[in-house]
């Protein structure tokens, strides 16, 4: 294993609540909402972040919620689970320089989180489409790494991706000598998420997918290149020629991607949730 010590270092430690919550598998036989009550119960800033959602727009109720058990009640642990992440994810944020590489980062990272989704609802895998949400936003976490470690030699790394019209992670090797795939499996490693973390963070983005979970990382891989294509990244990560191969064995067809490229961006802004992303990582509002 290489030293990366230098690019943890600059990251904060996922809160003991995220990382719990993350780890808990969807078909876990001993899951309760006491024990999920149980673990965020100990995070009052979280507590107080889910029941204003819970209180929000968002959610359709006759009554004000007014404790974490009838939040989880609303929600249910799928919703909680992404909002965690989301909370989470927004306060690391806020606690790192305002540098426009932040907004840029997390808005790819939000869209391809919503389209994720979105692909495994239309190709009938709703089993996975939480989880699919986490890995979208969770999907280039080394680009804050290796930006955290340097951004001045970082910055420069986009600069010339961009002048040169060249994909971000060979430009990441040759100046690097690390891409933040590669990096943002030891991130993965280094805060205790499960394996399916680990890989897609590794393996999105090629087609010789080793994992097991390959079928979930295409899937991935396709939402991370509309994301570009649809205008919510500043520059292309991997090579876009292998989308048709992807596609082919994604479940996917003609109609859906003519639906993500033409409609699902106006879909999307219009989600409550969306908007709720948009005041936790934008808006500086609590």
Same mark, same amino acid.
């Given at each position: 294993?290489?030293?990366?010590?230098?690019?943890?270092?600059?990251?904060?430690?996922?809160?003991?609540?995220?990382?719990?919550? /993350?780890?808990?598998? !969807?078909? *876990? $036989?001993?899951?309760?909402?006491?024990? @999920?009550?149980?673990?965020? #119960? %100990?995070?009052?800033?979280?507590?107080?972040?889910?029941?204003?959602?819970?209180?929000?727009?968002?959610?359709?109720?006759?009554?004000?919620?007014?404790?974490?058990?009838?939040?989880?009640?609303?929600?249910?642990?799928?919703?909680?689970?992404?909002?965690?992440?989301?909370?989470?994810?927004?306060?690391?944020?806020?606690?790192?320089?305002?540098?426009?590489?932040?907004?840029?980062?997390?808005?790819?990272?939000?869209?391809?989180?919503?389209?994720?989704?979105?692909?495994?609802?239309?190709?009938?895998?709703?089993?996975?489409?939480?989880?699919?949400?986490?890995?979208?936003?969770?999907?280039?976490?080394?680009?804050?790494? /290796?930006?955290?470690? !340097?951004? *001045? $030699?970082?910055?420069?790394?986009?600069? @010339?991706?961009?002048?040169? #019209? %060249?994909?971000?992670?060979?430009?990441?090797?040759?100046?690097?000598?690390?891409?933040?795939?590669?990096?943002?499996?030891?991130?993965?490693?280094?805060?205790?998420?499960?394996?399916?973390?680990?890989?897609?963070?590794?393996?999105?983005?090629?087609?010789?997918?080793?994992?097991?979970?390959?079928?979930?990382?295409?899937?991935?891989?396709?939402?991370?290149?509309?994301?570009?294509?649809?205008?919510?990244?500043?520059?292309?990560?991997?090579?876009?020629?292998?989308?048709?191969?992807?596609?082919?064995?994604?479940?996917?067809?003609?109609?859906?991607?003519?639906?993500?490229?033409?409609?699902?961006?106006?879909?999307?802004?219009?989600?409550?949730?969306?908007?709720?992303?948009?005041?936790?990582?934008?808006?500086?509002?609590?």
């Amino acid at each position: 294993m290489q030293n990366f010590e230098k690019y943890l270092n600059k990251l904060p430690i996922i809160p003991e609540v995220a990382s719990k919550i /993350l780890s808990i598998s !969807d078909d *876990s $036989q001993e899951f309760s909402f006491k024990t @999920l009550e149980e673990i965020i #119960s %100990v995070d009052p800033m979280l507590t107080s972040r889910i029941l204003k959602v819970a209180n929000s727009a968002l959610y359709a109720r006759q009554k004000e919620i007014t404790t974490l058990k009838m939040a989880i009640g609303l929600l249910g642990f799928n919703n909680i689970r992404s909002l965690v992440l989301l909370i989470t994810a927004s306060q690391f944020s806020k606690g790192l320089s305002s540098h426009s590489f932040y907004d840029s980062f997390w808005k790819h990272s939000i869209v391809t989180a919503f389209i994720s989704r979105e692909i495994f609802i239309r190709t009938n895998d709703r089993s996975n489409q939480e989880i699919a949400f986490t890995l979208g936003l969770l999907h280039d976490i080394g680009r804050v790494a /290796l930006f955290n470690a !340097d951004p *001045s $030699q970082y910055t420069r790394v986009l600069q @010339l991706a961009a002048e040169k #019209s %060249v994909n971000l992670i060979g430009m990441e090797r040759e100046i690097l000598k690390y891409d933040h795939q590669e990096i943002g499996a030891v991130v993965m490693q280094h805060w205790n998420l499960p394996e399916i973390f680990v890989d897609t963070v590794r393996e999105h983005g090629i087609l010789n997918i080793q994992s097991p979970h390959r079928n979930i990382i295409r899937k991935i891989t396709i939402a991370d290149i509309l994301t570009n294509q649809m205008g919510y990244g500043e520059l292309a990560d991997h090579d876009i020629s292998i989308l048709d191969d992807l596609i082919e064995n994604s479940a996917l067809n003609d109609d859906d991607m003519t639906y993500f490229r033409e409609e699902y961006a106006s879909v999307m802004e219009a989600d409550p949730l969306f908007e709720e992303c948009e005041k936790l990582f934008f808006d500086g509002k609590e």
